[in-house]
């Protein structure tokens, strides 16, 4: 069955590092997201991509995350220069637009980002 | 925010026992979603109920839908260890299609 893929699993990272953190969607999905969860706490939505542009972003969500398509099959989220609030599980997600669009989203296994 | 919230926050029960878990959410919405995440892992998507339907089964899963109370609840019959795990509930962002979750309801089924 298909399914998302995250890599790394576990990233250990200083405080002001850059970190990339990858993803590769189901192949005939078109919408990607990328949720987090700080241990213990909810899933939080940060950031919806479509047609190579984001649609939507909340307001975690700020200059220092930045996501890109680079290739057709990658999904990739930038965080630039990481904080020790950024230490969280990161979720990729992708979603097929059906003609219901009901909005199932399929998820990764999470990468877990560690800000030292 | 349209975010739903669960309720328990955290259930404990017996091997066998039905389990249910309540969601609220704020705003008119188009579809709800249930999911459910298994400690350090991914979520899974388990049913959608859409806002014209009432109740929805999928094997031992029950899902109902109350729009005039903006509620909705997941039944699990028959429990069974495996199905310890957290349990979301998701409501579409801003009358947008994209899930937003609240904080989930942790359930232990004790064999």
């Known amino acids: 069955e298909p399914e998302v893929t995250q890599t790394p699993s576990h990233q250990v990272t200083q405080m002001g590092q850059e970190v990339i953190l990858r993803c590769v969607p189901i192949?005939?999905?078109?919408?990607f997201y990328w949720y987090r969860q700080i241990l213990g706490q909810k899933v939080e939505f940060l950031v919806s991509f479509y047609n190579n542009e984001i649609s939507e972003k909340s307001e975690i969500f700020d200059d220092q995350f930045s996501v890109e398509r680079p290739d057709g099959s990658n999904f990739t989220l930038k965080i630039r220069s990481t904080k020790l609030e950024d230490s969280a599980m990161y979720f990729c997600?992708?979603?097929?637009?059906?003609?219901?669009?009901?909005?199932?989203?399929?998820f990764g296994e999470g990468s877990r980002l560690t800000v030292l | 925010s349209q975010q739903g919230e669960e309720d328990p926050q955290a259930l404990s029960i017996q091997e066998g026992e039905n389990a249910t878990m309540n969601c609220s959410y704020k705003t008119s919405i188009n579809n709800l979603q249930w999911y459910r995440q298994n400690s350090g892992r991914g979520l899974v998507h388990l049913i959608l109920?859409?806002?014209?339907?009432r109740e929805k089964h999928s094997g031992r899963l029950r899902v109902t839908l109350d729009t005039s109370k903006k509620s909705s609840s997941l039944l699990i019959t028959a429990s069974r260890a495996a199905d310890t795990a957290s349990y979301f509930c998701?409501?579409?962002?801003?009358?947008?299609?994209?899930?937003?979750f609240g904080r989930g309801t942790s359930l232990i089924v004790h064999p």
């Open positions: 192949s005939n999905h078109l919408y």
């Open positions: 109920i859409r806002s014209n339907e």
């Open positions: 998701a409501t579409p962002l801003r009358g947008s299609y994209i899930p937003t």
């Open positions: 997600a992708s979603g097929r637009l059906a003609e219901s669009n009901t909005g199932e989203l399929f």
